[in-house]
Nanobody, 126 residues
């Protein structure tokens, strides 16, 4: 049974940092691309970062580039999203997702994905 479990969300002030974790079980992590999506209130879910755990190839959308870092710990079957210099517009529910496609194909298919986590809330306050 495939499971993706996010953790690490919370309330943080603008300019602060959070690190989200996505623990993956039930699939061979090195054969999957893992992405982080977020959904702000009243908005569509959007992909923001993606990593190929096999070769650490990473992709970021412009709105988070330079502030967020996606990484993976293969031994722990966990993918992280380090979020620095958080802004009010980063508020939302953050989901991790897994897909067998390479990063470049996965990104083009967003917001579709094979597997999803349940999400973790991130709230950035003024």
């Amino acid at each position: 049974q495939v499971q993706l479990v996010e953790s690490g969300g919370g309330l943080v002030q603008s300019g602060g940092s959070l690190r989200l974790s996505c623990r993956v079980s039930g699939l061979p992590l090195d054969h999957y691309s893992i992405a982080w999506f977020r959904q702000a209130p009243g908005k569509m879910r959007e992909g923001i970062a993606c990593i190929s755990t096999g070769d650490s190839e990473a992709y970021y959308v412009d709105s988070v580039k330079g502030r967020f870092t996606i990484s993976s710990d293969y031994a722990k079957n966990t993918v992280y999203l380090q979020m620095n210099n958080l802004k009010l517009e980063d508020t939302g529910v953050y989901y991790c997702a897994a897909d067998r496609s390479p990063v470049i194909v996965f990104v083009r298919s967003w917001p579709a994905s094979e597997h999803w986590g349940q999400g973790t809330q991130v709230t950035v306050s003024p």
